[in-house]
């Protein structure tokens, strides 16, 4: 039900910004909309100097309706939102930008987080897979690759997990909780290979993965979730 209200929500957001023109904007002489702006940054600051987000937002709101071809005002407030954990409002500012450019690093990273977080990863996908071929993070790849996986597209899943497995940098690391106030930095290889065998054991698979997991704990020995997952491939 949630994913489905998201849906509707994007959906209806875009008609209504679509219906409206720039024309029915008041016009201001260049003078005046400078002073209004120096005024609603000034203010934007102050609040954000006073851990005042509400008010924050309501300053950028005035910025975006008078400077719409500055998408710097929209970028704030889609970083203020994801930050204030408001991710579906985060993720609709974040779109609106990406429907203007869409290989805005930040309007991206912001969509792929927010989407995902509210459980639309079908549309959270695509925003990974971009951040990886716009900047070649690796992270990005792994986080393509696992969605993938949790939207059983295995044989997308294995490319990105074989891609990450050749790529992947040596002091490269990613989280995984050890315990509920622990976690464990993991090397970015054996992170990938543990995805692997955990695609493997979804299909069926048992002595692939047991390989993956076997090199993955081979390279992390202190790796407990792929331990885990080695004991349920025996």
């Given at each position: 039900m949630k994913r489905v209200l998201?849906?509707?929500?994007?959906a209806m957001a875009g008609y209504g910004l679509k219906a409206?023109?720039?024309?029915?904007?008041?016009?201001l002489d260049p003078k005046t909309k400078n002073v209004l702006n120096i005024q609603n940054q000034a203010a934007f600051q102050l609040?954000?100097?006073?851990?005042d987000a509400q008010s924050a937002k309501a300053q950028l709101y005035q910025l975006i309706v008078r400077n719409p071809e500055?998408?710097?005002?929209q970028e704030a407030l889609a970083s203020l939102y994801f930050e204030s954990g408001e991710t579906m409002s985060a993720a609709l500012t974040a779109l609106d930008i990406l429907e203007i450019n869409d290989k805005n690093i930040a309007a991206l990273e912001i969509a792929a987080y927010s989407?995902?977080?509210?459980?639309?990863?079908?549309?959270?996908?695509?925003?990974?897979e971009s951040l990886y071929l716009l900047t070649g993070d690796n992270f990005s790849l792994y986080k393509s690759g696992f969605i993938q996986y949790s939207l059983?597209?295995?044989?997308?899943?294995?490319?990105?997990?074989?891609?990450?497995?050749?790529n992947a940098k040596v002091d490269e690391k990613?989280?995984?909780?050890?315990s509920q106030t622990e976690t464990q930095e993991i090397s970015m290889k054996a992170a990938a290979?543990?995805?692997?065998?955990m695609i493997y054991l979804d299909q069926g698979s048992k002595t692939e993965a047991k390989t993956a997991f076997e090199e993955a704990v081979q390279l992390a020995p202190e790796f407990e979730l792929a331990k885990e997952n080695l004991q349920k491939a025996q």
């Open positions: 998201l849906m509707l929500v994007i409206q023109t720039n024309d029915s904007i008041p016009r609040a954000m100097r006073y851990n500055n998408l710097r005002f989407l995902e977080a509210v459980g639309a990863l079908d549309r959270s996908l695509p925003h990974f059983k597209r295995y044989e997308e899943a294995l490319n990105s997990v074989n891609m990450l497995i050749k990613i989280g995984f909780p050890k290979l543990n995805l692997k065998g």
